[in-house]
């Protein structure tokens, strides 16, 4: 699990795939957290990602770095906690302060319930992580 976070990490922007009604959507992020063992992202639940993964929880996220690209496929969940978004915010002040603040009932966070991260290259087999 450290290792896909940490990929995550280092892409600085990752992309994450939703659908709704047949048609996929594609959207940057950049913040993840690793909460209670679990992988975890952040959105605005006033946006239209957060209402389609509320209705449809299968993504799959999508990010590159040094020649190499990571996919991260499953269901992922609403966290509702407020030790969820502390976590969340205290792992990604610099880029989450000016956005969100832990209390302002806009920022959610999302964790995979279950999944499976694979980490590919042009020169070896990918490489598999159950999260």
């Not at 978004?85 to 989450?96: G, K, P, T, Y």
Request: charged share 25%; with cysteine.
């Amino acid at each position: 699990m450290n290792e896909v976070l940490e990929y995550l990490k280092s892409c600085g922007t990752f992309y994450l795939a939703t659908s709704e009604d047949g048609q996929a959507h594609v959207r940057p992020f950049g913040a993840v957290c690793e909460f209670e063992g679990k992988l975890y992202f952040v959105t605005n639940n006033q946006k239209k990602v957060y209402q389609q993964m509320k209705k449809n929880g299968k993504v799959e996220i999508c990010g590159m770095h040094k020649g190499t690209w990571i996919r991260v496929e499953g269901e992922v969940k609403e966290d509702t906690r407020r030790e969820a978004r502390v976590s969340m915010m205290h792992d990604n002040e610099a880029a989450l302060s000016s956005m969100y603040t832990v209390d302002d009932n806009l920022m959610t966070v999302f964790y995979y319930e279950h999944g499976t991260a694979s980490i590919y290259s042009f020169t070896s087999d990918p490489k598999v992580i159950e999260l």
